[in-house]
């Protein structure tokens, strides 16, 4: 079997573009690749790319010069962690505190 690589992209959909803009852009220091009122793509650190779109958004076929892109959504609760450096860790809570995001818990993986 040929080898995995890294992910590339995570998609996420939501129901308040501002709202989520305001979140990974202002928040979390996501670099804006591109924004559209159907979606709007992060750069996230350099090493990968964040995909948010609008709820309902992509449920019809989209013809790019690239490509026809399929029908794609999602509803329901969604997930996505970011890697931070231990050493890092109260410096954003802080950061998070300042922005007003509660902090739901703490886990400690074996990994």
Do not use: C
């Amino acid at each position: 079997m040929p080898k995995l690589g890294r992910i590339v992209e995570t998609a996420l959909y939501v129901n308040d573009m501002a709202r989520a803009r305001a979140f990974y852009v202002d928040g979390l220091g996501g670099r804006v690749l591109l924004d559209t009122p159907r979606l709007l793509a992060l750069d996230i650190h350099g090493e990968s790319v964040l995909l948010l779109f609008q709820r309902g958004a992509t449920l019809a076929p989209l013809e790019t010069p690239g490509g026809l892109v399929p029908p794609h959504g999602a509803t329901g609760v969604q997930h996505l962690a970011f890697a931070v450096a231990a050493a890092d860790m109260p410096e954003w809570e802080r950061h998070l505190a300042a922005i007003g995001v509660a902090v739901e818990s703490r886990v400690r993986w074996p990994r």
